[in-house]
T-cell receptor
């Protein structure tokens, strides 16, 4: 059973550069979520997709952030003009919306360090 | 707005003793409640959930949680702690109309031999 995968696992970038992360959800999971987790805090919701449609975005998702899920399978999260405050763990989760299944399954995360 | 509070940053327990990790929540309507565990440099692993039904729910690795509506709590419990249970534990809530999870700040569980 293949879980949620994320790539890369670690990314170090200089302030002002653009970065892109990829998430591959569990097969047949129609919902995909992005969260951000800073050190010592719980994850915070950023956005989610139902198939290819982006249905909700947090106020945390500034206009420098953009997410896509073009074919309803994998998703990408791009951060433009990175700032030091963007340094965090970016977590992806997927969920199969069916019956009593409500839990989200998380990937290992991408740790971003902006220098 | 929904919220979750985990009042203890860290819980220390001796191996073999029972453990409790506390969680209280605030949400409109009926809550959907979850516990996740996070090991170093890894994502969150789902432990258990309460959606409806029995107030005591059982999950992975011998963990269970008790839903108390009047106290708006969902404490995580285990009868006998293992050293390998040492990790960061997160409680999360969503309402029955929403989709996103709101997490607490996490509680570090330290089980000593």
């Amino acid at each position: 059973d293949t879980g949620v995968s994320q790539d890369p696992r670690h990314k170090i970038t200089k302030r002002g550069q653009n970065v892109t992360f990829r998430c591959d959800p569990i097969s047949e999971h129609n919902r995909l979520y992005w969260y951000r987790q800073t050190l010592g805090q719980g994850p915070e919701f950023l956005t989610y997709f139902q198939n290819e449609a982006q249905l909700e975005k947090s106020r945390l998702l500034s206009d420098r952030f953009s997410a896509e899920r073009p074919k309803g399978s994998f998703s990408t999260l791009e951060i433009q003009r990175t700032e030091q405050g963007d340094s965090a763990m970016y977590l992806c989760a997927s969920q199969k919306v069916q019956g009593t299944i409500h839990e989200q399954y998380f990937g290992p995360g991408t740790r971003l360090t902006v220098t | 707005a929904q919220s979750v509070a985990q009042p203890e940053d860290q819980v220390n327990v001796a191996e073999g003793n029972p453990l409790t990790v506390k969680c209280t929540y605030s949400v409109s309507g009926n809550p959907y409640l979850f516990w996740y565990v996070q090991y170093p440099n890894r994502g969150l692993q789902f432990l258990l959930k309460y959606i409806t039904g029995d107030n005591l729910v059982k999950g992975s690795y011998g963990f269970e949680a008790e839903f108390n509506k009047s106290q708006t709590s969902f404490h995580l419990k285990k009868p006998s702690a293992l050293v390998s249970d040492s990790a960061l534990y997160f409680c999360a809530v969503r309402d029955n109309a929403g989709n996103m999870l709101t997490f607490g700040g996490g509680t570090r569980l330290m089980v000593k031999p």
